[in-house]
């Protein structure tokens, strides 16, 4: 293991390009979760790259050549004879003791919620990320990004081979289970569905527990590549599913339909944003702490709109909300209500709007 870390601590790090990322690291411990994929590698290797290369040390702990147990037993003084100020491990696995370096800086799907550690979740790509590897602006921009998603790597794979790359990804990250989940759930996007119904459906297609799947379950989520939002005021209801990232859609289903690839969409900018939001009947997202609703409708003029908020008056006045936004594809306006402020708004406008 020592001659291991040597070669580790004195192998130069490259990274190709790196794009603007709203996240950025300083000289604090961190723990960095986010799905495979998601861009966790590049944002350490390039904050490294701006430290002295004899400070710190990169470490992938999924080298098949690393012994755990000898590992653990030199890491610590490896780091202290060679003064290193910075260790990174990347892909971490809680078999791999935490030593004592001066900043620490773990990479990994799962949250291990340990204390001293800032905790940062990343996620794929939002619209504004997305843009900085775009040539160029313009209107086709919104439709590449319905093409390739939020995942980086996307851009550097042939277009005939991002279905097949991306599941093969899928494949090796997340087990059997996990992943007939997942693939359900590409079909659900966008809809009520309870672990219960899913357990319902596969087990027909394959031998499963209830519980078995529940975990499954709750690993995916906890994990990132599922999302659940929560009704307005029933905790209990059935909750609906968003998936990671818009991209999964195609690569593991040949269900079409906009609307609810649109809405996930919307989905991903709030949950980047930290805004607290929830469904309801007829309502896409509403988001109390600013009074406002927020309605996925892509190809909505102002007669649809006007229909729209007929139906759903009843909540608007419930719950006092002072702006309702609908996010289209292209078309702006607005109509007047006696509670609300209406709007209609592109979504490439909305997405970079704060």
Not at 22 to 46: A, C, D, H, P, R
Not at 254 to 271: A, T, V
Request: proline share 2%; with cysteine.
């Amino acid at each position: 293991m020592e001659i291991l870390l040597e070669e580790l601590y004195k192998t130069d790090i490259h990274l190709d390009k790196f794009h603007f990322r709203k996240l950025s690291l300083e000289n604090f411990s961190y723990q960095i979760n986010g799905i495979s994929q998601s861009g966790k590698t590049k944002l350490v290797k390039n904050y490294l790259l701006g430290l002295k290369k004899n400070s710190y040390i990169y470490i992938d702990c999924s080298d098949l050549r690393i012994d755990i147990d000898e590992f653990n037993n030199i890491l610590q003084n490896f780091c202290n004879n060679n003064r290193i100020e910075t260790l990174v491990l990347d892909n971490y696995i809680q078999t791999i003791k935490i030593v004592n370096v001066a900043q620490l800086i773990i990479c990994s799907e799962i949250n291990y919620q340990i204390e001293f550690l800032n905790t940062i979740r990343l996620y794929p790509l939002d619209y504004e990320e997305f843009l900085a590897y775009e040539h160029k602006y313009d209107s086709s921009s919104l439709n590449h990004f319905f093409q390739l998603g939020g995942f980086p790597f996307m851009h550097k794979i042939n277009s005939d081979e991002r279905v097949i790359y991306l599941q093969k990804i899928l494949k090796n990250t997340l087990n059997e289970i996990e992943l007939d989940i997942l693939i359900f759930c590409t079909k659900m996007m966008a809809q009520k569905i309870s672990p219960y119904s899913i357990y319902e459906r596969l087990k027909h297609t394959r031998k499963i527990s209830k519980d078995k799947l529940y975990k499954s379950f709750d690993a995916l989520s906890e994990k990132g590549y599922i999302h659940q939002l929560q009704k307005t005021n029933h905790p209990k209801a059935i909750r609906k599913i968003y998936l990671c990232d818009i991209s999964l859609k195609s690569a593991l289903s040949i269900d079409k339909h906009f609307g609810r690839l649109f809405e996930n969409m919307i989905y991903l900018e709030l949950l980047k944003s930290n805004q607290e939001c929830f469904y309801d009947d007829g309502i896409d997202f509403y988001l109390p702490l600013s009074e406002e609703v927020i309605l996925g409708m892509p190809f909505a003029d102002e007669r649809v709109l006007f229909k729209k908020i007929e139906s759903i008056e009843a909540f608007l006045f419930t719950y006092q909300i002072k702006k309702v936004t609908a996010i289209t594809m292209s078309k702006e306006g607005s109509m007047s209500h006696p509670l609300s402020v209406v709007e209609m708004i592109p979504f490439d406008i909305w997405a970079l709007g704060d």
